[in-house]
């Protein structure tokens, strides 16, 4: 379960600081990514460098830019917010604990405890006595209502020499309690038990071997679709084009070339409860494709081309009940007007429109802005890529 995930370790000021170099290791062994944020405090039991150096990643302590490196920005704790699937305190002080509690965002792990969208697991670590007091348990009821999960103290020995409960779980505890969450989510998801495609990238047209027709599409957005999909607990399948973005976990990925190859391999899977056709599919194909490089001299310079299969509007006609049928528009100009006409022609359930002329829209932007529309509803959303992609699918689920 825990394999491919990206997980946020929140370390906090109280003496078991140390063990959480040996849970992130064993996240790690498991096959996650982390990084680590500490409190100021945490740092005076163990070095950000111990953490810097398991992680490979820089430690996020100061919220202010001026003691960050120069390649990290105010908004750290956000990006870190929308980068991760879980976020660990391990260990959590009657301190942090009370503050997580409030809403209280006074240093970087606090604050992307607010700015986090995954899951958050706390382990309260302390002493007995001091997890008993009662407005210690208290915050631990308003952790708990607030949907927080919360893995309690083992009792045992503890660092003031007294015997009780508050010390810091097995890593293997820790370990087994993070797949628990991860699994919980994901069958409580809307899209739990549900089969989801979605089309992503460019396609190309090869007029020879070493020349083709394609437009510049990134893929993000239909990554970001697929991710968000996943993330609702979708099984998802992601058909792109050629794109340099990464390929995102937990998604069966299957590359293709051109409009023909993406048509044939949504066929194969167009049984599926949502379709996302983020994919930006060529309308035309060179009529012939030279098997060898066209030489230019005496070349014909004339190139035939011929329409592709519709794709979406093969999917409209061919809709399973049930299913979920949504396009993308890209436009230049009448933008709704146009999407409208897609949405009636191609028999889509819903159209996420785009202009390419807005500054922070597009092809190759990490931004986007969209109208979400359908006979009923006209909805505009604007983000990063990724939280405009769930804000899009959580009202299409309703
Ligand atoms: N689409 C498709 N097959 C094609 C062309 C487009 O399935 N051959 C899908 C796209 O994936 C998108 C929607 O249709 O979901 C609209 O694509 P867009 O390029 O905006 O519009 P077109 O249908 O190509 O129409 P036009 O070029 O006239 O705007």
Known sequence: MLSGKRII?????????YKAAFLLRAYQKAGAEVRVTMTPAATRFVGVETFSSLSKHEVAVEVFPENHAATESWTQHISWGEWSDLFVVAPCTANTLAKIAHGISDNMLTATVLAARCPLLICPTMDGE??????????????????????????????????????????????????????????DGPLSGKKVLVTAGPTREHIDPVRFISNPSSGKMGFAMAEAARNLGGEVTLIHGHVTIPKPYGISTVEI?????????????????????????????????KQQKIKKEGANTDLHLIRTQDILAWLGEHKKKGQQLIGFAMETEDLLKNARSKLEKKKADWIVANSISDPDAGFQSDTNRVHLINNRTNKEYKGSKKEVANRVLQKILG
């Open 130 to 187: 001091m997890y008993e007091a009662p407005a210690v348990q208290t915050n631990l009821e308003t952790i708990h209502d607030l949907g927080y999960y919360l893995l309690e103290p083992d009792e045992g020995y503890l660092a003031s020499g007294l015997e009780g409960k508050g010390r810091l779980p097995d890593v293997f505890k820790i370990l087994d309690k993070s797949n628990q969450v991860i699994q919980k989510e994901k069958s």
């Open 9 to 17: 370790l929140g370390v906090t000021g109280g003496i078991a600081a």
């Open 257 to 289: 070339e051109s409009a023909a190859d993406l048509f044939e391999e949504v066929k194969k899977e167009s049984d599926a409860d949502v379709v996302i056709m983020a994919a930006a599919v060529s309308d035309f194909t060179p009529q012939e494709k």
